[in-house]
């Protein structure tokens, strides 16, 4: 069973900084593509960034270039997600999630099968 668990959500004004990390269990860490996807308030879920099981590669939605990065530590089973200067717009459950296979590197919610239970972000204006 993989498991996936989500920490370092809370509140924070406008500008200021996040850093979430992830915990996984259950099946070859560095084997994986990792990702974080969002949820806002009547949304749906939407890709955040993702990072190759290598670390080498990455991708990010256009809404937090140059503002999130994402890194991931194989020797510890971690994945983080440093969010700077962040918006009201920001504001979601973040979830991070991997996808079933080994070759697969996905920029949508509907490529990963193991999510986490989530951690909320609210920034305030």
């Known amino acids: 069973q993989v498991l996936l668990v989500e920490s370092g959500g809370g509140m924070v004004q406008t500008g200021g900084s996040l850093r979430l990390s992830c915990a996984v269990s259950?099946?070859?860490?560095?084997?994986?593509?990792m990702a974080w996807l969002r949820q806002a308030p009547g949304k749906g879920r939407e890709f955040v960034a993702a990072?190759?099981?290598?670390?080498?590669?990455?991708s990010y939605a256009d809404s937090v270039k140059g503002r999130f990065t994402i890194s991931r530590d194989n020797a510890k089973n971690t994945v983080s997600l440093q969010m700077h200067s962040l918006k009201p717009e920001d504001t979601a459950v973040y979830y991070c999630?991997?996808?079933?296979?080994?070759?697969?590197?996905?920029?949508?919610?509907?490529?990963?099968?193991?999510w986490g239970q989530g951690t909320q972000v609210t920034v305030s204006s």
């Open positions: 999630a991997t996808p079933s296979g080994t070759d697969y590197f996905p920029t949508v919610p509907g490529g990963y099968a193991y």
């Open positions: 990072i190759t099981w290598s670390g080498t590669g990455t």
């Open positions: 259950g099946r070859p860490f560095s084997h994986y593509t």
